[in-house]
């Protein structure tokens, strides 16, 4: 039975809703890339497993970071993902610097850009230097907030600059390289960082923003609550909020509610048979308790059958020069 969005939609709008013509392109292309392979079990087959990747959300793994952000479906995907992949850092209490989380995306997608994970890191750290260990959860909630809405945030940012400033954001605003959220703090001296600017008139400039922004900013209503608590607030406090707030992040869909954010049974039991297949893992245990969960910087690469041929790269070839060394035992 088609779903009532579905019957109050054009098909044209609702294909363009759902990006269906982004994965069919994605799809051709390695097809085309991968023919060789293909042709030994059938164009059907490719199709149908192609899209069963996509509808599971597994289809964002090591693939490059244009096509990890292309559609909200693939970055909610992706945040998925993270979380499966890394909560064990959770579970286990353990805390980690910006540059071992960014050395974990990279583990997902080899190319995703260190300024996205720095402006993540300055939602939970603020005003405390950016080599400050972090929790799991405080930084997965602050990237999920930065990552999914990066694009809303930008012009926020953008208007916040405005209001300080004194200026009529109430205009269209295109972010550019010298707009974004990295140039939004002025200098701590300044008593517009400690003040803020009013919660009210933010609102009012964030409401026609929303408009503008259909598939890439937090519910309006949402928003709304959150600066309706307040009567001045700055950037990251606005950001902080967002990222804390329960009705957004079930909005969004990605991420279970933080309670229950180190517990998946089904993943549990799971990862038990698989690691239970491996000989002489189950009782052996690294000399160093916290180097099991930190990322090696040369990791396997794990091989996708649906990503291109030309998106493999070496990894030595994406570190971002960080001169830090973990030891991890190999099984």
């Known amino acids: ?10 098909d044209y709008e609702y294909l363009a809703q759902r990006h269906v013509l982004t994965y069919m392109e994605d799809a051709v292309c390695q097809l ?4 060789e392979d293909i042709s030994q079990y059938g164009v059907a087959r490719f199709f149908t497993e192609y899209f069963n990747s996509v509808c599971q959300g597994t289809h964002i793994l090591f693939r490059e970071f244009s096509f990890i952000q292309a559609t909200p479906h693939n970055r909610a995907s992706f945040l998925r993902a993270f979380w499966k992949c890394f909560r064990t850092v959770g579970k286990n209490g353990d805390l980690l610097t910006m540059r071992e989380y960014h050395c974990l995306l990279q583990l997902l997608c080899p190319d995703f850009p260190l300024e996205l994970t720095q402006k993540a890191a300055r939602i939970v750290l603020m005003d405390d230097a950016m080599d400050c260990l972090m929790s799991f959860s405080d930084f997965l909630f602050a990237f999920q907030i930065q990552f999914y809405y990066s694009e809303f945030l930008e012009s926020v940012a953008a208007i916040y600059q405005d209001l300080l400033a004194g200026k009529n954001p109430n205009t269209v605003i295109v972010p550019t390289s010298s ?3 990295h140039r939004q703090r002025p200098p701590l001296g300044e008593a517009s960082v400690l003040e803020g600017v009013e919660a009210s008139l933010f609102s009012q400039c964030l409401e026609n923003l929303c408009d503008r922004h259909k598939y890439s ?6 928003v709304k609550e959150v600066l309706s608590n307040v009567q001045r607030l700055t950037f990251y406090g606005f950001l ?18 933080k309670g229950d954010l180190m517990h998946d049974p089904a993943m549990d039991e799971e990862l038990e048979r698989l690691l239970a297949q491996v000989p002489g893992l189950v009782n052996s245990a690294p000399a160093n308790p916290e180097a099991g969960c930190l990322p090696s910087r040369t990791p396997p690469r794990v091989g996708s059958p649906w990503r291109p041929l030309h998106h493999a790269r070496k990894v030595d070839a994406e570190s971002d020069g960080s001169t830090e060394e973990t030891d991890e035992s190999e099984t």
Do not use: T, W, Y
Request: hydrophobic residues 40%; glycine residues 8%.
């Open 1 to 10: 039975m088609l779903s009532p969005e579905r019957l109050a939609l054009p």
């Open 32 to 35: 085309l890339e991968n023919k």
């Open 179 to 181: 707009s974004g959220q």
């Open 217 to 222: 900013c937090p519910p309006p209503a949402l």
């Open 240 to 257: 902080v909020a967002l990222s804390k707030h329960h009705g957004i992040n079930q909005a969004l869909g990605a991420l279970p509610d």
